[in-house]
């Protein structure tokens, strides 16, 4: 336990007392710090954007920040941080177009809408956007205080019960979750993870002959992984939203800016009623992010829908109530109302929910090194990129007086956490206010920038005009994929994980002595492989018979 | 990361969100009847062209474009061999289509796809659609590689005394045109199809942008290179 503890304090050292930025009056500002309240504003402003979100401002920062810091292990605290203030800042700022304009900034905003606009419309607007803020940065502080406690123990217990059959399996568990979960065809997610998986395995291998290159050298290495990932995540996006306004015969309308003061404080009774639903709300949304591939829109949607029964529920008994008590009759005792019609509520369930994901999503992405999320793809992306940092078990190992440079970084990672949400309590509510004009950008202009940046953040990266056409190439198979239905994030993450799978599942085929059955070689294995096959398999035949019920929001 | 939803029926701005919307997000958008229509041939055909070209890639490439087989022998031991994780990623797409061809009522989650449903016209568009994005990203690459090393040739031949373009092409403002011209041609480009009309405000952002770019690159960080530069 002291030597946990001791890794903590070197990882909160690390990222306060990290490399200076610059100097400030004599004393030095730690990049790290600087680099996520940096992030932080940039979220805000592009989940406050609509057609903006976290994992584009991820996905083009990261070659950038790359270049600017480079490779070696100092780069990867700032690099990180800047990352993390992107992707909690957006989850705050994706409320504001919701509210403001019916328009939501983010997939996980949604939900919030559906009270926040009628709260606009009631000339409630800063009170909704104060709400979204409470929420948003509860769920997510909670979200993230699990991360820490649970982190740990999950990549210790893997570490110490886990053999390499059983990481194997584990690999290939998750990879079928993903394809099960995502989207809302598991054939598809399955052609999607087959493709991730195929792409991986180009230009890699142990002989020293090169596979599956048709006799192209420059496919010798591979594809790098920045192309990869941001052309099909990226540029897919931003090639499907260029099609949709091909095909528009008129753009959308830029929304009317909000001629109304965003003032409105919370009461402390208000707080106390919302209480409840944001605890209920960040308790769905913190199991639902643990869970690798299922994403916040879902949480946000269970979350809201729990709130909106509790809600009902808690209405009624107020009318049978005031139905007995004449005195009362027709009086309400507070302002409460149903979800819909501008709850404030409904709000705190939609945030709390969205928000809460953000941190459990990386339980897996730090303990097992498994994305669960975009956002936690672009961290594991810097982590490859970057020398030093290799999430997984072993990164959370320690020896007696030996320090793991690797559990430093990741307590840093947590210290940078924390540091985003103590931002978001401070200045988050504000920076919605302030940033809300960002709402009024169109996508029309906004994509086309997304492209040019994404275009020379990748040039920079790689300074090989080879690199912008495989960016190209990729963003036009997730252009494809986006068409056919197929739903990117299984490549995403099973182009990630494939070599992994691959190397394990060599030393666990070796280890056994060459047993073809390496995967049912002990009870867990044999427990997580089933699961593999079964996983699908249910999902398959569950929709089969009822179909459309069971489709899961996409984690992106 | 879908954007902004599709403009639905309920007060409030154009293209605003509505409770329908919140409805799709459950997947009970998906019932309607082209899921055994037109739709449903395209996924029939998705799935068995999936399946056959994991075939191919199964019988045909992995064995040709692989040294070793599913298992090597090495120093006298067993190991999995290169084809084995191929074989792999070929299974997975294979089963992929399988299900696919034989899925009912499954829906696309990000509500795009049409294809099958939309007759010729849809495909013409859409193929419109294609070779204008890739004749875009051609001219504007063109125009990035050979911008500045036209203009000093046009420079050269109003009889300017100016050096080789190798010599400038690191040093402002010969290290910005390319990427200005291309890429806030690019920007311009897009910005005007979408609007269905040429305007000034239109380059004027492109260029905006493009400056914008390359001041908050090139000014702070000097070894960072825009395009072409880092060219050899």
Redesign the interface.
């Known amino acids: 336990m002291t030597e946990i503890l001791h890794h903590a304090w070197l990882g909160i050292l690390a990222v306060l007392l990290g490399d200076p930025l610059f100097a400030l009056g004599g004393y030095g500002v730690s990049a790290a710090l600087v680099m996520v309240a940096a992030g932080f504003v940039l979220g805000v402003a592009v989940g406050a954007t609509p057609g903006l979100a976290g994992p584009m401002a991820m996905a083009v920062s990261l070659p950038i920040l790359i270049s600017v810091f480079g490779f070696g292990s100092d780069a990867l605290l700032p690099v990180m941080g800047f990352l993390i203030g992107v992707m909690k800042g957006a989850t705050v700022g994706g409320a504001v177009p919701a509210i403001l304009f019916n328009t939501p900034g983010t997939p996980d905003a949604y939900m919030t809408a559906l009270d926040g606009y009628p709260l606009t419309r009631q000339g409630q607007a800063g009170k909704a956007l104060r709400v979204a803020h409470f929420s948003s940065a509860s769920g997510d502080t909670f979200s993230d205080l699990v991360l820490i406690l649970c982190a740990p123990f999950l990549a210790v217990g893997v570490e110490r019960f886990l053999d390499l059959p059983e990481k194997t399996a584990l690999l290939l568990l998750s990879l079928a979750f993903v394809s099960a979960a995502i989207g809302g065809s598991v054939g598809r997610g399955l052609i999607s993870t087959g493709l991730g998986l195929l792409v991986a395995y180009v230009g890699t291998g142990l002989d020293f002959h090169p596979r599956l290159t048709l006799g192209i050298d420059d496919l010798a290495d591979g594809f790098a992984p920045a192309p990869v990932i941001l052309g099909v995540l990226i540029l897919g996006e931003v090639f499907t939203r260029f099609e949709g306004m091909w095909h528009a015969r008129r753009l959308r309308r830029t929304p009317r800016p909000v001629h109304q003061r965003l003032a409105g404080r919370l009461t402390r009774q208000e707080r106390r009623r919302l209480l409840p639903h944001i605890a209920r709300s960040a308790l769905i949304g913190t199991i639902i992010g643990a869970l690798p591939g299922i994403g916040s829109t879902l949480a946000a949607l269970l979350g809201y829908r729990a709130g909106r029964m509790r809600q009902a529920r808690a209405l009624r008994a107020r009318a049978a109530a005031g139905a007995m008590d004449a005195g009362a009759a027709g009086k309400r005792a507070d302002d409460r109302v149903p979800f819909g019609e501008g709850a404030i509520e409904g709000v705190a369930a939609a945030e709390a929910a969205n928000s809460s994901v953000v941190g459990a999503n990386l339980i897996p992405a730090l303990s097992l090194g498994i994305p669960g999320n975009v956002a936690a793809v672009f961290l594991i992306l810097a982590a490859e990129t970057i020398e030093g940092f290799n999430p997984g078990p072993t990164a959370f190992r320690t020896s007696p007086g030996l320090v793991n440079p690797e559990l430093v970084i990741v307590f840093g990672i947590f210290t940078m956490m924390m540091l985003a949400n103590a931002f978001n309590w401070l200045m988050g509510g504000s920076m919605m206010r302030w940033l809300a004009v960002l709402s009024r950008v169109p996508e029309h202009i906004l994509m086309p920038f997304v492209l040019l940046l994404t275009l020379s953040g990748i040039y920079i990266q790689q300074m090989r005009f080879s690199a912008m056409v495989i960016v190209v190439l990729f963003g036009a198979l997730g252009w494809g994929m986006r068409r056919l239905g197929i739903t990117p994030l299984p490549f995403v993450i099973a182009y990630i994980l494939g070599d992994r799978l691959e190397d394990t599942a060599r030393q666990a085929f070796s280890a056994t002595g060459g047993d073809g059955l390496f995967l049912f070689s002990s009870p867990v294995a044999s427990l997580l492989t089933l699961a593999a096959l079964t996983v699908p398999a249910v999902v398959f035949w569950r929709r089969l018979r009822a179909p459309g019920e069971t489709k899961m929001g996409p984690a992106m | 990361?879908?954007?902004?939803?599709q403009?639905s029926g309920?007060s409030?701005?154009?293209?605003?969100?509505s409770?329908a919307?919140?409805g799709a997000?459950?997947?009970?958008?998906?019932?309607t009847p082209n899921?055994r229509g037109g739709r449903g041939r395209s996924r029939l055909a998705?799935?068995l062209a999936?399946l056959l070209a994991?075939l191919l890639?199964g019988a045909v490439?992995?064995p040709a474009?692989?040294?070793?087989g599913i298992?090597q022998y090495a120093r006298r031991?067993?190991?999995?061999?290169?084809?084995?994780?191929?074989l792999?990623?070929?299974?997975?797409?294979?089963?992929?289509?399988?299900?696919?061809?034989?899925?009912?009522?499954?829906?696309?989650?990000?509500g795009?796809?049409r294809?099958g449903t939309e007759g010729g016209q849809g495909a013409r568009?859409?193929a419109l659609?294609v070779l204008?994005?890739a004749a875009t990203?051609c001219a504007a690459?063109l125009v990035v590689?050979w911008a500045g090393p036209v203009l000093l040739g046009l420079a050269k031949l109003a009889g300017f005394p100016v050096p080789e373009y190798r010599a400038l092409r690191a040093s402002p403002p010969w290290n910005a045109i390319g990427?200005v011209l291309g890429?806030g041609g690019?920007?311009a480009a897009?910005?005007a199809?979408?609007?269905h009309r040429l305007s000034w405000r239109a380059l004027g952002?492109?260029l905006l942008?493009?400056i914008a770019?390359w001041a908050v690159?090139d000014l702070p960080?000097k070894h960072?290179?825009?395009?072409?530069n880092?060219?050899p």
Not at chain 2, 1 to 5: A, F, K, Q
Not at chain 2, 224 to 228: F, N, S, W
């Open positions: 990361m879908s954007g902004p939803s403009p309920r409030g701005p154009p293209g605003a969100f409770g919307d919140a997000l459950a997947g009970r958008h998906d019932a899921v998705l799935g999936t994991a890639l490439w992995v474009d692989t040294q070793t298992l031991q067993v190991m999995l061999g290169d084809a084995f994780a191929p792999l990623a070929a299974a997975v797409l294979g089963l992929g289509g399988l299900l696919t061809a034989f899925e009912r009522g499954a829906s696309p989650p990000t795009v796809m294809a568009k859409r659609f204008f994005l990203l690459a590689v990427f890429g690019m920007v897009l910005i199809t979408f609007e952002l492109g942008m493009a770019i690159f960080f960072l290179l825009l395009p072409p880092a060219a």
